[in-house]
């Protein structure tokens, strides 16, 4: 039975998981690299908390509970007592596997781990680890207290004791679940980040300016935030780096990454994470910056 929550990563989707999870009652241990990142994780998870009491969907009482069963820690072994771990690092392989390699020594036999890639293959991040078995992909949308949807991805070696522990982990944070089998960036990804990446395109060719193309998607599609709005706010070192795993994966030139896209990245201008991206965030209003 799933009581404790382990989460490696105290970014905007590694708060998110924990938010939920504390609010159903399940006791958390947020991991990240410096007390820094975990401080800020908390007072995010706390702010979040706090607009959802004053918006009446939520007792003072109850955000103090959920903040209480929430700890951070720069120790890994911290997680030892969880029975279900989600990792929602950086997305990077590199990255994931070497937390996968530190990680699985310190979990008990039993204790099922999982993954909040956008795009990475699940059945070949379950190799680099030592519970195959026991591994899968438990994908959130951002962001997490928000959006309804969760996809479960099976690996090729993903037993069926855990597939169904995550759809009840999953049930219990009140999200519907969908299935997606292990291609590169399952079902909403696939779909939405090649309309990211066009709506670049859109930007690098000078069809229209940023406040144009997000007006026009906005009010001519009917998209509730435009797709460069919408770019800031995944990040767009995450969304360059599902780009990348659709072409490498795909082997196809339409999910080719649009430079214009790689070059905000080098310049650190990562959206609304980094203060900067296709609007700068740094004034009252966000101001487009092409
Ligand atoms: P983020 O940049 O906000 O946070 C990543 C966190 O991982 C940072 O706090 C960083 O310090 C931490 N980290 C990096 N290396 C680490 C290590 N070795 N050990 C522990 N912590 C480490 O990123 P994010 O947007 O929260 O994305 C995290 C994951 O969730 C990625 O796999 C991403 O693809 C996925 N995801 C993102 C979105 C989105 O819209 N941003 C949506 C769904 C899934």
């Known amino acids: 039975m799933i009581t404790h929550l382990g989460i490696v990563g105290a970014g905007q989707m590694g708060c998110g998981i924990a938010h939920v999870s504390a609010q159903a009652g399940y006791r958390v241990t947020l991991y990240d690299l410096s007390s820094e990142r ?13 607009r959802q009491v004053s918006n009446g969907k939520l007792t003072d009482e109850e955000r103090r509970e959920a903040l209480s ?5 720069t120790d890994i072994n911290d997680l030892a007592p969880a029975d279900l771990v989600i990792e929602a690092a950086t997305e990077d392989e ?47 949308m951002n962001p ?22 995550a759809k009840d982990f999953v049930g219990k ?26 709506a670049i395109y859109t930007l ?35 969304c360059l780096s599902i780009m990348q795993v659709l072409h490498d994966g795909l082997a196809d030139s339409k999910y080719r990454p649009c430079p214009l896209l790689v070059k905000y990245v080098e310049a650190g201008w990562l959206g609304r994470k980094s203060g900067r991206g296709f609007y700068d965030y740094r004034g009252d209003v966000p101001v487009p910056t092409r």
């Open 38 to 50: 975990i401080e800020a994780g908390l007072a995010t998870i706390n702010g979040n908390l706090a």
């Open 69 to 73: 069963r929430i700890s951070g820690s």
């Open 94 to 140: 590199s990255v994931k596997r070497k937390i996968f390699s530190k990680l699985c020594p310190v979990l008990k036999p039993e204790a099922i781990l999982a993954t909040n890639t956008s795009s990475l293959s699940i059945t070949r991040l379950a190799a680099a680890t030592d519970r195959p078995e026991q591994f899968m992909g438990i994908h959130f």
């Open 144 to 165: 997490v207290p928000v959006m309804k949807l969760v996809e479960l991805v099976r690996g090729i070696a993903t037993d069926d004791t855990t597939f169904r522990a």
């Open 173 to 198: 944070l009140d999200k519907t679940v969908t299935v997606a089998e292990d291609f590169p960036a399952f079902i909403v990804n696939r779909i939405l980040l090649p309309m990211i990446n066009e």
């Open 204 to 238: 690098y060719e000078g069809v229209g300016s940023v406040e144009a193309i997000d007006t026009a998607m906005k009010l001519g599609a009917n998209h509730p935030m435009g797709p460069l709005q919408l770019a800031d706010f995944i990040g767009l070192d995450t």
